[in-house]
């Protein structure tokens, strides 16, 4: 049963620190998406990826975050400095290209003090 | 930018009751999807709704697309324990940029 994976799950941080947050996409999707989830804004789009390639960040503040995919196995968001407001979940989702086919990994839980 | 209204925000109901929910826009979308998410995981794709009046159903889930493309609707029929979670609507936009919109969430709670 194919996933995605995520790590770590669990992350609590104090503020300034760097938080690197990682996605292991299902093997054969073409198409990474990295959301966050708040009780305030709900879920958001973050960024996303078609064959390596950023094709949208402008959800992301680009002060601060980053996304990368160094290759087809491995998805990275990075939070330079973190800062309280940056606590949320965190999704990372791996598709074949179009909205539907989006398959969400289990989230990582991020605590920034 | 687009936004999407999600109602009710939560339900208390009956094991057995029908439940319904709502999501609305004052744009127009050219799909709607809809997801259910449990604790500690994320969301999963229950239905998705591609043409005006499009109705679609997947088990006791019932799922429409609405005719003025501004709105989308679920239903659950006979609900049970396991149908606990939120339940989130999202659209993607016919016009601006094309990014995936969410509701807010219905949040689901039975009574057995």
């Known amino acids: 049963d194919a996933r995605v994976t995520q790590t770590p799950r669990h992350k609590v941080t104090e503020m300034g620190q760097e938080v690197t947050m990682r996605c292991q996409p299902i093997l054969g999707h073409n198409t990474v998406f990295w959301y966050r989830q708040t009780m305030m804004q709900g879920l958001e789009l973050l960024a996303y990826?078609?064959?390596?390639?950023?094709?949208?960040d402008s959800g992301m503040p680009k002060d601060r975050f980053s996304a990368e995919m160094p290759d087809a196995t491995l998805a990275t968001l990075k939070i330079q400095p973190s800062e309280p407001r940056d606590s949320a979940v965190y999704f990372c989702?791996?598709?074949?290209?179009?909205?539907?086919?989006?398959?969400f990994g289990p989230g990582t839980r991020l605590l920034v003090l | 930018g687009q936004q999407l209204n999600q109602s009710p925000q939560s339900m208390f109901i009956q094991e057995g009751e029908d439940v319904s929910m709502n999501c609305t826009s004052s744009s127009i979308f050219n799909t709607w999807l809809w997801y259910k998410q449990e604790p500690g995981e994320g969301p999963v794709l229950l239905i998705a709704l591609y043409k005006a009046g499009e109705l679609t159903s997947n088990g006791r889930l019932t799922a429409q697309f609405g005719i003025t493309r501004k709105d989308s609707f679920l239903n659950i029929s006979a609900s049970i324990p396991s149908d606990v979670g939120i339940y989130f609507c999202a659209g993607l936009p016919l016009q601006g940029a094309q990014k995936l919109v969410f509701g807010q969430g219905t949040r689901l709670t039975i009574n057995p």
């Open positions: 990826f078609r064959n390596r390639a950023p094709l949208d």
């Open positions: 989702a791996s598709g074949t290209g179009g909205w539907k086919t989006q398959y």
